[in-house]
Structures are given as C-alpha cells and as structure tokens.
C-alpha cells in the first residue's frame, strides 16, 4: 500500500510540473512585450530558456538546473522581459 501510495504521489507531483509549465508558456504568449522573444531549448537530460531582448543581438539566458523547473526558468525570463519593458 505504501508503495501505490508514492507513486500516485509521484504521478501527482508530475502532474503539477506538466501543468505550470502550460500555464507559464501561456503566461508568455499573453504578457510579453513587443519585441521579445521567448526560446525554449530541450534535449534528453536538459533545457535552456533564452529571452531575445527587441532591436539588439542581446539575450539572456535562464539556466535549468537540479534545482530550478522549466516553469520557473519561463516567468523569471517573463518577468525579466516585463521589467526590461517598462525601463524603456
């Protein structure tokens, strides 16, 4: 019993993950500025979040690791771009 138990608490913390990253992919397509760019990059094992700043080769990247989500990486690269945005 024990053991159904963390899966389905494994199942359910997978869940979440899949669910907040949707919901910052939406946040972006909604709240970016005009002019940013938002670039997810995945591979077996990795990701990388890049925000492409307007009228420059800027960027900045948003690294993913042990103890950062995906999701995470997006709204800190929404925020970024949102502060950046008003600084204009």
């Known amino acids: 019993m024990q053991e ?3 899966q ?3 199942e359910r913390d997978e ?5 907040a990253i949707g919901a910052a992919i ?9 002019g940013y760019d938002l670039h997810i990059q995945v ?3 990795s ?21 950062n989500r995906l999701a ?7 925020d970024a771009a949102i502060a950046q945005g008003k600084g204009e």
């Open 15 to 19: 869940l979440r993950k899949d669910a």
């Open 4 to 6: 159904r138990i963390r």
């Open 43 to 45: 591979e077996s094992g």
């Open 8 to 10: 389905i608490e494994q």
């Open 72 to 78: 995470a990486e997006v709204e800190a690269a929404i």
């Open 47 to 67: 990701a990388s979040v890049s925000l492409y700043l307007p009228d420059t080769d800027g960027c900045i990247e948003f690294d993913i690791d042990d103890n």
């Open 26 to 34: 939406q946040r972006a397509a909604k709240e970016l500025p005009d």
